[in-house]
């Protein structure tokens, strides 16, 4: 069966501090690989997704960044965060026109 | 535009149905989702619509119009453990992205 990994469940950090998410998927080969973030009360907004190794396409311009350096390994990434990057970030992987599962989710706050 | 609308929140008594109503704004989705979220937790999948109609998953059903724009979520015998976000999600039309409404709130009183 397949499982999808996030790490860390929780992350405090201060402004202007780097930062790197990471996700991974176990037990698919070539996943469609996804980041979210969903602020306080609000609904999830699509950050990054990629189709395939080296192939991110992004959906909102910010400081944040994302790199898929192998088939299951998706990485979210900035070099300095903001205070308005606080919020539960979530990776989800699918099959292609598939179904979207969830990873347990890493809530990050930005002091 | 790709406008998800569902009502921010909702009550309902322990026992009881209660419809959730998601309605969207484009030609351009080919299926419609539904996902569960507890506080704190990551959603969880609960339905997939891709033709109209009902579809029926224990106490849980979906349905969906594509003419009209139209899905709900209806959750029968309802549990204190139902207390929970529902987010309806639209999958875009020749990609895999997902839309996302910001969800309903769904609080079930004893």
């Known amino acids: 069966s397949q499982t999808i990994h996030q790490w860390p469940a929780t992350l405090v950090q201060p402004v202007g501090s780097p930062l790197s998410l990471e996700c991974t998927v176990e037990?698919?080969?070539?996943?469609?690989l996804y980041w979210y973030r969903q602020a306080a009360g609000r609904g999830l907004q699509l950050l990054f997704y990629?189709?395939?190794?080296?192939?991110i396409s992004s959906e909102v311009p910010q400081n944040l960044s994302a790199s898929r350096p192998q088939d299951r390994q998706f990485i979210l990434s900035s070099k300095k965060l903001l205070l308005s990057d606080s919020g539960f970030y979530l990776c989800?992987?699918?099959?292609?026109?598939?179904?979207?599962?969830f990873g347990p989710g890493t809530r990050l706050t930005v002091t | 535009g790709q406008n998800i609308d569902q009502p921010t929140e909702m009550t309902a008594t322990e026992g009881a149905i209660v419809q959730i109503n998601c309605t969207y704004q484009?030609?351009?989705?080919?299926?419609l989702f539904w996902y569960q979220q507890h506080a704190g937790e990551a959603p969880t999948f609960l339905s997939y619509?891709?033709?109209?109609g009902l579809e029926e998953k224990g106490r849980f059903s979906s349905f969906l119009s594509r003419s009209k724009g139209y899905s709900y979520l209806l959750l029968k015998e309802l549990q204190m453990k139902d207390s929970a976000s529902y987010l309806c999600?639209?999958?875009?039309?020749?990609?895999?992205?997902?839309?996302f409404g910001t969800g309903t709130r769904l609080q079930v009183f004893p």
């Open positions: 999600a639209g999958l875009s039309y020749n990609t895999d992205k997902l839309i």
């Open positions: 037990g698919t080969s070539n996943p469609n």
């Open positions: 989800a992987w699918s099959v292609p026109a598939g179904d979207q599962y």
């Open positions: 484009t030609s351009g989705f080919n299926g």
């Open positions: 619509n891709v033709l109209d």
């Open positions: 990629s189709v395939g190794i080296g192939q």
